[in-house]
């Protein structure tokens, strides 16, 4: 172990390598949350409600992550481990059910090629160490978080508070940020939406956000300190609206139907991650230029 350590240590691409496959198997395993967490969730508001009303609860299925056994919506053909290769038995299936043929979706394999490409670059952008460790989990997470917003407009607390645990955890060390700039990016993060969510449904009556951005932006603050949430809500904004002009524009989108802010959140997320930093000396060179 300590041989493999040393390899990992001096020699970066090796290390990104194994990342990167590493981060092509956790896709896989994102696939199954993003799309099984959701009805786990709602399965249990059910029996809450139930609970509470004092209806007879029908016993269900047991369902979570790992059982039932991953199969075809359509056929119900039982997914093997020779059709569970990340991407390879996509490829290999042609995006089709190997049953009956029916299309699977090309998010899939999307997931695992993010997570595997994203994995790798964190492993050679940090190196090995603590900090590159901890970048492949925050990144890990922000993809989950991303797909189930986009499929269900939620941002699970399941995920987003450990997610905000994590980054304190972690800045214990110092490993991005201080533990008091961590503790004022997680406290800044979730008042900061918090205001803006309160002002737009004082001004216009309307709910502008859910309360899962608000977890969403305290645990990004508390993974790299309040000084990045600028950068953060800045990026977000900005292709949150290009994105949300254009699928009203180009697609016929409708003003009234809501557009998950998650996704856009975790994306500036990522971007201050690893550039964030040079974003902002940049920016403070040219203000100090002019």
Not at 160 to 169: A, D, E, I, N
Request: aromatic share 12%.
């Amino acid at each position: 172990m300590t041989e493999l350590f040393h390899l990992f240590k001096s020699d970066p691409l090796v290390f990104a390598i194994v990342c990167g496959l590493l981060g092509l198997l956790v896709g896989s395993f994102l696939n199954v949350v993003i799309h099984r967490l959701p009805k786990m969730l709602e399965r249990g508001w059910r029996m809450q409600c139930a609970e509470l009303s004092g209806a007879t609860n029908t016993e269900e299925a047991p369902y979570n992550l790992s059982t039932p056994r991953s199969a075809c919506p359509h056929c119900g053909n039982k997914i093997g481990a020779l059709e569970n290769i990340p991407v390879i038995s996509y490829l290999f299936l042609r995006g089709k059910c190997k049953g009956c043929q029916a299309p699977i979706s090309p998010r899939y394999p999307v997931v695992e090629t993010l997570s595997g490409l994203l994995s790798a670059y964190a492993a050679w952008h940090f190196g090995f160490g603590m900090a590159g460790v901890a970048a492949i989990f925050f990144i890990w997470a922000l993809i989950a978080l991303t797909w189930i917003d986009f499929d269900t407009q939620l941002l699970p607390d399941d995920i987003t508070l450990p997610l905000l645990w994590l980054g304190l955890l972690f800045n214990l060390g110092e490993t991005f940020v201080s533990l008091p700039d961590a503790v004022s990016g997680a406290i800044g993060g979730y008042l900061l939406l918090w205001g803006v969510y309160w002002l737009f449904k004082l001004t216009t009556g309307k709910e502008g956000m859910g309360y899962g951005d608000f977890k969403l932006l305290a645990a990004i603050g508390a993974w790299l300190g309040w000084q990045m949430l600028p950068l953060v809500i800045l990026l977000s904004s900005v292709v949150g609206a290009a994105v949300g002009i254009t699928l009203i524009l180009a697609v016929k989108h409708g003003r009234d139907i809501p557009i998950p802010f998650g996704p856009y959140l975790a994306g500036g997320g990522l971007i201050a991650l690893f550039w964030g930093d040079s974003i902002t000396r940049m920016y403070l060179h040219f203000i100090a230029a002019q």
